[in-house]
């Protein structure tokens, strides 16, 4: 079975400063890698996603992950943040051709003027 | 606009007394499923459906019911709604088949059972 662990509930950071929210997993097949944004009173949305190929993978707005195997993570990162992404971030594994998507609990990002 | 819509938003009941939340999607998928949110516990999977007729239990199926006559829309029923369901809602879609595709998600439904 799969399994997802965010290691930080909630992570305050200041404006413009970097910022790492931490994603470990566990699974005995090959796995599929997503990371979600919940915005305030909004379903959530697509961040980004690993599902093979480049290790590396980013976003639009800046974010990046890294899926690494042999530590079983695939944390989050920004060089620097906005206000704007003052959001809860939940980091979701999945395997091949399945239908099943397991959610971490969520870290709640607090970008801090 | 490709999108998930649920009804209702925000929903105050009594136990007991039977609920529905509706789900829609215009995207053509073949996999929907529900979730509740709860803090600290993050998105756990109540139902999920494969295709039209074809639905099966997530990890926290208790209390609940689905159904899946048409494609585009997959219901929530709450027989009998108890204070423990008091949860924040979501329906979701995504293509099946591999790889594991994105899901789509609907602005939700905050329940309230007292």
């Known amino acids: 079975a799969q399994s997802v662990t965010q290691l930080d509930s909630q992570v305050p950071v200041f404006e413009e400063a970097p910022v790492e929210l931490r994603c470990n997993y566990s699974s005995s097949v090959s796995v599929y890698l997503f990371w979600y944004v919940q915005y305030p009173n909004q379903g959530l949305q697509l961040l980004l996603k690993?599902?093979?190929?480049?290790?590396l993978v980013e976003s639009i707005n800046g974010f990046e992950a890294e899926f690494n195997k042999s530590q079983t993570s695939f944390h989050l990162r920004k060089p620097s943040v906005h206000i704007s992404d003052t959001a809860e971030y939940f980091c979701a594994v999945s395997v091949s051709g399945g239908f099943k998507t397991i959610f971490g609990a969520g870290t709640r990002l607090f970008v801090k003027a | 606009e490709a999108q998930v819509t649920q009804n209702p938003r925000y929903l105050i009941t009594v136990t007991g007394k039977k609920l529905t939340v509706t789900c829609s999607q215009n995207?053509?998928?073949?996999?929907m499923s529900w979730y509740r949110q709860d803090p600290g516990l993050g998105l756990r999977q109540i139902y999920y459906?494969?295709?039209?007729?074809?639905?099966d239990k997530g990890d926290v199926p208790e209390g609940y019911k689905v159904s899946r006559k048409e494609k585009r829309n997959f219901p929530l029923i709450l027989e009998s709604p108890s204070p423990n369901q008091t949860s924040l809602y979501f329906c979701?879609?995504?293509?099946?088949?591999?790889?594991?595709?994105?899901?789509?998600f609907g602005q939700g439904t905050r329940l309230t059972v007292v």
């Open positions: 690993y599902l093979s190929g480049s290790t």
């Open positions: 979701a879609s995504s293509l099946s088949g591999t790889p594991s595709p994105e899901a789509f």
């Open positions: 459906s494969m295709n039209v007729e074809v639905t």
């Open positions: 995207m053509n998928h073949e996999y």
